[in-house]
């Protein structure tokens, strides 16, 4: 496989791109020659990142504020991907969160605002992008979902596994169009996201390095896999879950909540 850096001027958009995942995905598209539309709530970080970017890889990083729950702001994250002027050649899908509670202990709007990120925006932004990468013959999604898709987890898992359904749809549908899509299932990530949720994160052998994530993704990506899977013990993980009954899964709830 040839390591060498996409052309200049294709733009990727990433969603959640101010930290963890999406940071990093930020940093290694922009070594690799990609302008940048980085979207997030946060305008200060998104700025600051944005700045970052610019100075050490001197490529374009064009910002766009926008909470996903929120539908009009998720409205104008479509128009850009749609943009005919100002083509996306790339859309990763990273922006997410999750609940520490059970889904009982948690509010129905707790649960549905989770939804809307993790299901809701990533088919809408999913549905702009593809139209208009379909219509130019060429482009690629990365949806990045999570070896949580394999385990009966309440509705984060539902909805994981709903995004890796969907994206391997989308490769064996969209990639005679020359599109490529692909799902990205991580397992425990050295990042801010367990944090948020206010769990404690490992360092043992199950937690991955998010430089190693995200470089091996899109070693996988330019290879035009369905998926990807990084980390030995996450391919094991998920093999194996072919062959143990949900029941005994089931016990996996627990895990990544303290």
């Known amino acids: 496989m040839s390591s060498s850096p996409v052309p200049s001027r294709s733009t990727a958009l990433v969603t959640g791109a101010t930290a963890g995942i999406g ?26 990142v944005a700045d970052e970017l610019r100075r050490a890889h001197q490529v374009e990083v064009e910002v766009l504020v926008a909470d996903l729950v929120d539908r009009e702001a998720l409205a104008r994250v479509e ?12 859309l990763v899908n990273n922006a997410g969160f999750g609940l520490k509670k059970r889904f009982l202990d948690n509010t129905a709007d707790e ?33 990045v979902s999570s ?8 509705s984060y898992s539902a909805a994981k596994a709903w995004v890796n359904s969907f994206s391997e749809w989308a490769h064996l549908e969209y990639g005679p169009r020359g599109v490529k899509v692909m799902a990205l299932c991580p397992g425990f990530t050295k990042t801010e996201f367990h944090e948020r ?34 980390g030995a013990q996450y391919k094991t993980i998920i093999a194996l879950t072919k062959l143990i009954p949900n029941r005994a899964l089931r016990l996996t709830q627990s895990m990544g909540r303290r």
Do not use: C
């Not at 043992?204 to 035009?224: A, H, I, P, Q």
């Open 197 to 230: 949720m206010q769990v404690k994160r490992g360092d043992g052998f199950m937690w991955l390095d998010v430089e190693f994530l995200v470089r091996e993704s899109l070693e996988d990506f330019d290879k035009g896999r369905a998926y990807s899977i990084p």
């Open 111 to 143: 649960e549905t605002a989770m939804l809307e990120v993790l299901v809701t925006a990533v088919l809408r932004l999913s549905h702009a992008a593809l139209r208009a990468m379909a219509e130019r013959g060429h482009g690629g999604i990365i949806n």
């Open 23 to 48: 940071h990093e995905y930020a940093v290694q598209l922009a070594a690799r020659g990609h302008d940048l539309v980085l979207v997030a709530r946060d305008a200060a970080r998104l700025e600051e």
């Open 79 to 90: 128009e850009r991907l749609a943009d005919h002027d100002r083509p996306v050649d790339l």
């Open 147 to 154: 070896v949580a898709a394999f385990l009966p987890r309440g």
